[in-house]
């Protein structure tokens, strides 16, 4: 309780510059006011200024996208045990990867209303998947209990621009493509893929959390419901962890994350942000036997991320890395499971790794002058990534080396206004050499945007 205390009351110690500032603003102007209201002039002006309409309270708002991809690789599950005998396999498919409606109120006195609903894959959340390392079985999974998914839901209530409160189920911002997600903020036809592979994108979970900015300097702090280990698997790291399979989010251990953004260079920003949070207890499933006993399976991220927009370039890099305790006895546990379990019963590693970078740069800004005052853009891009969700194992969990690849693509974004973005690429996965490379070409139009009601 002292706790909680002190950090509330460090907040409105931030706000009180604000708060006299606004005071003594707001003093002057009354005083001026009525100097003003001593002529019937000014009073007529009063009077049409109370007909103004009020402040918009309710936003909505939302994201979507529509792709193809031409995958000049084998979709079978023994691609990777036998990959000479799918050298020449191809397949195509059509996905909407995630559309997403906003809704948001401001009640006022700084309370306010967030949410989002997502629909994944145009789908329900549950889904039909090919095991590839168990006999190619088919496998009836979902991902969290429901038809749609609620994204976020929050209540905030904002003291100053330096000291917010938001409570409920919100995005947890480590990494940069969950703090920035939307399909305008990224090249790629699909999220950029090592940090959605290793990491929940977008994560969402149910907690709180205190953020502000002042100057040039942004910070968000969380307390989360911890991950739960027993869905850690080998090609998603710690992944499948996050949200629930049931109807209501496990919280036997509690984790943190953190942002904080520096804006002090025009056009730049810089961010790192991270986790930590122990998960072996945030299972329904205790274990009973004693190599078990001191397990705690504490995950631990962190990241660095940056995005520069200036001068008709744009540049966007990440850093994550990512390890957990007690890999090799989670491994062990989680293999232990019956088939029915929602555990994916598969190794996880010690440590994963996700790396890239991408430059675009807009064309009309060079030779199209009246093509970008009309908001219109045109980007050429290239994109660099490294990943590995079995980046580092113990020497009892087996090492699946076809999860840890580079991947390099470049193509084109035509933003014909800010909200709405069609893309083009081609991009190349390459793995060790005993596996075959995986080219494809993508198409997609999405858009985002935001309006006042």
């Not at 109370?50 to 599950?77: C, H, L, M, W």
């Not at 995005?171 to 903020?185: K, M, S, Y």
């Not at 800004?365 to 970008?372: A, E, I, N, S």
Request: charged share 25%.
């Amino acid at each position: 309780m002292k706790r909680k205390t002190l950090v509330v009351t460090l907040g409105l110690m931030l706000c009180l510059p604000t708060v006299w500032a606004e005071n003594g603003a707001a003093s002057e102007t009354l005083k001026n006011k009525e100097k003003k209201l001593e002529s019937a002039e000014a009073v007529q002006i009063a009077e049409v200024q109370e007909q103004t309409p009020r402040k918009k309270r309710f936003t909505i708002g939302g994201y979507g996208e529509a792709v193809y991809s031409r995958n000049f690789y084998s979709d079978n599950y023994l691609r990777y045990d036998s990959p000479n005998d799918y050298k020449d396999d191809k397949h195509g498919r059509f996905d909407l990867p995630h559309v997403v409606i906003m809704l948001g109120y401001d009640f006022g006195h700084g309370w306010t209303m967030g949410s989002e609903i997502e629909f994944e894959h145009g789908g329900t959340e549950s889904a039909v998947e090919i095991e590839e390392h168990e006999g190619g079985e088919y496998e009836s999974e979902v991902e969290r209990g429901g038809e749609v998914a609620l994204e976020q839901f929050w209540i905030q209530k904002s003291f100053c621009p330096q000291f917010n409160v938001k409570l409920g189920h919100m995005v947890i911002p480590v990494g940069a493509t969950n703090a920035h997600h939307l399909p305008t903020e990224f090249f790629g036809v699909y999220r950029p893929e090592g940090e959605s592979t290793i990491m929940p994108c977008t994560w969402h979970e149910t907690g709180i959390s205190i953020w502000g900015q002042a100057g040039d300097w942004r910070y968000e702090a969380m307390l989360l419901p911890g991950l739960d280990s027993d869905r850690f698997n080998d090609k998603e790291w710690i992944k499948g962890g996050a949200g629930s399979p049931y109807e209501f989010k496990i919280a036997n251990a509690m984790a943190g994350a953190f942002r904080v953004d520096n804006y002090s260079v025009k056009g730049l920003r810089l961010s790192v942000s991270g986790y930590a949070g122990n998960t072996f207890s945030n299972t329904l499933k205790k274990a009973t036997a004693a190599i078990y006993e001191d397990v705690k399976g504490t995950v631990l991220i962190g990241s660095f991320d940056f995005h520069y927009d200036d001068h008709n370039w744009v540049a966007r890099g990440n850093f994550d890395y990512g390890h957990l305790s007690d890999a090799d006895l989670i491994t062990r546990y989680n293999q232990s499971y019956s088939n029915d379990a929602p555990a994916k019963k598969r190794p996880v590693a010690t440590a994963a790794i996700s790396t890239g970078v991408e430059v675009g740069y807009d064309l009309f800004g060079w030779f199209g002058k009246k093509q970008q005052e009309k908001g219109r853009k045109l980007y050429l891009f290239g994109r660099y990534e490294y990943y590995d969700s079995m980046f580092d194992t113990e020497a009892a969990v087996t090492d699946y080396e076809e999860y840890g690849r580079q991947r390099i693509a470049f193509g084109v974004n035509y933003y014909p206004m800010k909200e709405i973005v069609l893309k083009g690429e081609y991009s190349l996965g390459i793995l060790k050499s005993k596996f075959n490379n995986e080219p494809a070409v993508s198409l997609g139009v999405a858009y985002a945007g935001f309006f006042n009601l």
